[in-house]
């Protein structure tokens, strides 16, 4: 069983935000902003290329849900989903990280700084 389906079985404890009978949002426990959420679906599904429409139309208003409850809706907030190998997934089990709680900075995310992509 994957680490995020023990969380959602109560194997391994976590910081919880919020839930509902399909989904589950919890503090992330090495925190990249001063609030990092992490957002999943109880069911195990590996990546974001995998979910299906109707998951994502519940999911949606769910992490709306939650950015609310963290008073982040007004100021704002980021959403990212790390998909596969080159996305930077480590945790094989879809999930988005909702980063907020200051002005987030926009960084290099390739190691070539001087490459242009246009
Ligand atoms: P990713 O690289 O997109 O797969 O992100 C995985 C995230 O899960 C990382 O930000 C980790 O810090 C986080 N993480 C791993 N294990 C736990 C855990 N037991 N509780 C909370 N967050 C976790």
């Not at 949002?25 to 609030?35: G, L, M, Q, S, T």
């Not at 990212?80 to 996305?87: F, L, Q, Y």
């Amino acid at each position: 069983m994957c680490i995020f389906c023990k969380i959602v079985q109560g194997e391994i404890p976590c910081n919880k935000v919020h839930e509902n009978d399909e989904f589950l949002a919890f503090h992330d426990v090495n925190p990249k902003a001063p609030i990092h959420i992490l957002v999943i679906p109880k069911k195990h599904i590996d990546k974001f290329q995998n979910v299906t429409p109707e998951l994502m139309a519940k999911m949606t208003p769910f992490i709306q849900e939650v950015a609310k409850i963290l008073e982040l809706d007004q100021r704002g907030y980021r959403l990212i989903v790390n998909n596969g190998e080159d996305g930077g997934q480590e945790v094989m089990h879809l999930h988005f990280h909702i980063l907020g709680g200051t002005k987030l900075l926009w960084p290099q995310l390739t190691p070539d700084e001087n490459k242009k992509y246009l």
